[in-house]
């Protein structure tokens, strides 16, 4: 009598990923372009996220509405080396200061080498159009520039609607974000120091296939959901 044997059961396979990601709201609103009471612009917005400890976020997401807050993605390392600090923030865009109080700058990251790539920027009112300071920067950090797809944009704010800077000053600056046509968008500002569409070298979103988004995640991988996800 011939008897068939049972296939042994095979340990189910765990995604293999550098980068885990999950889309939050940033709740936290650091500048808008109106700085005077009763005047309403163009309803520009920057906001952060709360990030629990080993929980990083790519640059600023951006509304345009007042008190309304964006979606956007925070990430966590698989890998020891997907992320690294931001070496420090370059003033691409400055308002020119005609109106009291209002210090309106943009900044672009710059990351510790070229294998890495600050994605997003930083919308900023800081007197005198001081440099972001550790609490505007804290838990923004460059990625591998491999975890990264180039990416369509679309464009979210531009000076010429800003509302407080007369036609004759304004140095052009637009702020767009990437579509998510080819990858997971982080919502991040992507800052132009023109009126031109980003180049898109710096237009950038997550290669899904190399990153891992936790609501699809294995068992195995909710241990890495920082506490109020849980």
């Known amino acids: 009598m011939t008897t068939t044997k049972e296939p042994k059961a095979q340990a ?34 920057s906001w952060r996220p709360n990030l629990d400890i080993g929980w990083y ?3 600023q997401g951006a509304e345009m ?12 390392a698989l890998e020891p080396d997907a992320l690294r600090d931001v070496v420090g923030w370059e003033r691409i865009w400055e ?26 920027g930083i919308f ?34 531009n000076d010429r609607d800003a509302g407080l800077i007369p036609p004759s000053l304004l140095q052009q600056a637009l702020v767009w974000k990437t579509t998510g046509q080819t990858g997971a968008s982080p919502s991040a500002l992507i800052l132009v120091n ?3 569409a980003p180049p898109r070298d710096i237009s950038f979103s997550l290669n899904r296939s190399k990153t891992l988004l936790i609501e699809s995640a294995t068992p195995q991988y909710q241990n890495l959901l920082p506490c109020s996800y849980c």
């Open 12 to 45: 189910a396979s765990l995604p293999t990923a550098a980068l885990a990601y999950k889309f939050v709201t940033f709740e936290n609103l650091m500048a808008t372009d109106s700085i005077l009471p009763g005047v309403v612009a163009s309803q520009f917005s």
């Open 124 to 157: 900023s009112n800081n007197k005198d159009w001081a440099e972001p300071d550790s609490e505007q920067t804290r838990g923004i950090m460059a990625i591998r520039r491999d975890l990264l797809v180039m990416d369509g944009t679309f464009e979210i704010w």
């Open 194 to 196: 023109s009126y031109s």
């Open 95 to 120: 308002a020119p200061g005609v109106v009291p109080g209002a210090y309106y700058a943009l900044w672009r990251g710059v990351p510790p080498n070229r294998d890495y790539v600050v994605v997003g």
């Open 65 to 76: 509405k007042y008190g309304r807050s964006p979606t956007g993605i925070i990430v966590h």
């Open 57 to 59: 976020y790519l640059g």
